[in-house]
């Protein structure tokens, strides 16, 4: 059974940082694509990054630069380091593991429908 439990979310001011953390269990990480998603309040799930077991990433064009995602293949934890925050990175974010890579346009897919198995999402709230 795969289980993402996310951990790190919480209130900081613009500017801010925070790191979240994913821990993974019933499945190898290094055998899937993994991402971090988020979902604002009255709006839809967007893609923020995507990483493969090899290091190859992909992120949303907002987020470029400030929020870096990494892997630890012998731990079996994704992360997202976020530097400067915008009250627009508000929302809950997500874990999420896709058994293939799906590339779109010869990028990783920041796609939520491309990504099997999901956690329960941890809470970030950016005050300006």
């Known amino acids: 059974q795969v289980q993402l439990v996310e951990s790190g979310g919480g209130s900081v001011q613009a500017g801010g940082s925070l790191r979240l953390s994913c821990a993974t269990s019933?499945?190898?990480?290094?055998?899937?694509?993994m991402g971090w998603f988020r979902q604002a309040p009255g709006k839809e799930r967007e893609g923020v990054a995507t990483?493969?077991?090899?290091?190859?990433?992909n992120y949303k064009d907002s987020v470029k630069g400030p929020f870096t995602i990494s892997i630890d293949n012998a731990e079996n934890t994704l992360d997202l380091q976020m530097n400067s925050l915008k009250p627009e990175d508000t929302g809950v974010y997500y874990c999420?593991?896709?058994?293939?890579?799906?590339?779109?346009?010869?990028?990783?897919?920041?796609?939520?429908?491309?990504?099997?198995?999901w956690g329960q999402g941890t809470q970030v709230t950016v005050s300006s």
């Open positions: 999420a593991a896709a058994p293939t890579c799906t590339m779109v346009a010869g990028r990783l897919s920041l796609t939520s429908q491309h990504f099997r198995y």
């Open positions: 019933g499945l190898t990480i290094r055998r899937y694509c």
């Open positions: 990483i493969t077991s090899g290091g190859v990433t």
